[in-house]
């Protein structure tokens, strides 16, 4: 007859049930694994199917009680690893999509959005289709191989334990929230520079030329040059994007590491 002690009994959910919390967290945050047009269901079938494969390497899970106060702190901090690692990777998408409505403002589609379900929100045309090209670059590069490869990682950068979280890994994370707005300005300012020289060219032309109707030809025009800017352009974002997701990776690999990490400058 096999008999179990209550501390190896709670060291087996224990093994299980805090591994699985930090990778339900991150994909629950995390690009394409997030996405809610996927069924929870799925997402935590996908869950459990990762802790059975990682669980096993695992070997530095201490074993307090999973019901006490010792065992809810560290059930809280497995999910602020995982939403952390994942949020870092949704930051890249973020700024794709801020290029899209930077981009959609200047040529004047500001106000053709649609629902976007990735955000729960209503995002630009433009926006949408530019997160759209991001996710098949994600896929294209397995950024969602390196991002489980990262997770995996984590386990023995940042072992579960009772001790608090090192490596200021939030602050690291906030410092990285200001890519959105690099990244986004630096992706959309061709476009940007292209459609103030057509608002220059046009300004001029009515100045010239008063009887010309600014709101009937100008609106056309910088829709169109948008749009041939963009076909232009949209080749050459393969090297932007592919070096976004790898910082993007790189930033989830060193939260809440003991190294202090400072926001990737190179390549610029």
């Given at each position: 007859?096999?008999?179990?002690t209550s501390a190896e009994i709670n060291l087996w959910l224990a093994s299980l049930l805090w591994p699985l919390t930090r990778i339900l967290g991150l994909i629950a945050a995390a690009p394409v694994f997030g996405n809610s047009g996927i069924p929870a269901s799925s997402k935590i079938g996908l869950g459990f199917m990762l802790t059975l494969i990682m669980a096993p390497t695992i070997t530095s899970v201490t074993a307090p009680d999973p019901m006490s106060f010792a065992g809810f702190l560290i059930l809280l901090q497995q999910l602020v690893v995982g939403l952390a690692m994942g949020f870092s990777m949704r930051i890249v998408f973020a700024g794709v999509e801020m290029a899209g409505e930077i981009m959609g403002m200047t040529m004047g589609l500001g106000f053709a959005t649609f629902f976007d379900p990735q955000s729960q929100g209503h995002s630009s045309a433009i926006s949408q289709f530019l997160a759209l090209v991001a996710t098949m670059a994600f896929l294209a590069l397995n950024g969602h191989l390196m991002v489980l490869a990262a997770l995996a990682e984590s386990f023995t950068s940042v072992p579960?334990?009772?001790?608090?979280?090192?490596?200021?890994?939030?602050?690291q994370l906030a410092l990285w929230g200001a890519s959105i707005f690099r990244s986004?300005?630096?992706?959309?300012?061709?476009?940007?520079?292209?459609?103030?020289?057509?608002?220059?060219?046009?300004?001029?032309?009515?100045r010239a030329a008063p009887q010309l109707n600014l709101?009937?030809?100008?609106?056309?025009?910088?829709?169109?040059?948008?749009?041939?800017?963009?076909?232009?352009?949209?080749?050459?974002?393969?090297m932007p994007l592919e070096r976004m997701i790898m910082e993007g990776v790189e930033m989830s690999k060193t939260l809440f590491t003991s190294i202090p990490t400072s926001i990737p400058t190179?390549?610029?």
């Open positions: 007859m096999l008999t179990f579960i334990a009772a001790a608090p979280l090192g490596g200021n890994g939030l602050h986004g300005v630096q992706l959309s300012l061709p476009i940007v520079a292209a459609l103030l020289i057509t608002n220059t060219a046009l300004g001029i032309l009515t709101f009937g030809i100008g609106f056309p025009i910088t829709i169109g040059v948008g749009f041939m800017m963009i076909a232009l352009v949209l080749p050459y974002m393969a190179k390549n610029r």
